[in-house]
């Protein structure tokens, strides 16, 4: 299984990105999964996750400003992520959850 995000960049406080990670070597719409966020000497968080049937959960600091979805037929999992603040500034991570299976990581950065 291989995952390929994209979409990170730099953007100022208050703006928006969208992060997408496309999935190969697996039947994609079996599989809940997850963005994650990692800052330099902190633990991996878990931004959002969406189940095989569309459900969804989010951590509380990013609930009401970062959507997450999927494409089956794509193969895509999505992260609009808006008003972004400084403080979501990291690596974010694609994860087929439950599995070893990460993807390499897009840098989000947003200025004050």
């Known amino acids: 299984v291989q995952l390929q995000a994209s979409g990170g960049g730099l953007v100022q406080a208050g703006g928006s990105l969208r992060l997408s990670c496309v999935a190969s070597?697996?039947?994609?719409?079996?599989?809940?999964m997850t963005w994650y966020r990692q800052a330099p000497g902190k633990q991996r968080e878990l931004v959002a996750a969406i189940a095989d049937v569309g459900s969804t959960n989010y951590a509380d600091s990013v609930k009401d400003r970062f959507t997450i979805s999927r494409d089956n037929a794509k193969r895509t999992v999505y992260l609009q992520m808006n008003s972004l603040k400084p403080e979501d500034t990291t690596v974010y991570y694609c994860?087929?959850?439950?599995?070893?299976?990460w993807g390499k990581g897009t840098q989000v950065t947003v200025s004050s």
């Open positions: 994860h087929v959850r439950g599995s070893n299976y």
């Open positions: 070597g697996t039947i994609f719409s079996i599989y809940e």
